[in-house]
């Protein structure tokens, strides 16, 4: 199964959807940074975040950004300062 890299960033309003949307995305992906995840997620997975997001967030307010890095097993990151620990390319299991 073809996984792909994405940064995913939010911009959530109220404190109750905030930490909702934390939540959520800790089953996604790994945390690099106060509202910022790295996600290796297949097709499918992308999909489902999606739709669970959609579900927590408020369309009028809110804002996420899901950004396309490429082939999951590929590291485009570099940093600054502290480097914050990467996921391992394949899958999460929750």
């Known amino acids: ?6 940064l995913v960033t939010y911009d959530v309003r109220d404190p109750r959807r905030l930490r909702d949307v934390f939540k ?5 992906g790994d945390w690099l940074q106060y509202s910022v995840f ?3 997620l297949s097709r499918a997975e992308k999909s489902a975040m999606q ?3 959609g ?4 369309h009028v307010v809110d804002s996420v950004a899901i950004i ?3 082939d999951a097993d590929r590291s485009c990151f ?5 480097r914050m ?9 929750v």
């Open 68 to 70: 396309d890095l490429g």
């Open 78 to 82: 570099e940093f600054m300062g502290t």
């Open 51 to 53: 739709l669970h997001l």
């Open 1 to 6: 199964m073809e996984r792909k890299r994405y």
């Open 24 to 28: 959520a995305m800790k089953g996604y």
């Open 38 to 40: 790295v996600c290796d």
């Open 55 to 58: 579900s927590l967030i408020s």
């Open 85 to 93: 620990p990467l996921p391992r390319p394949g899958a999460t299991v």
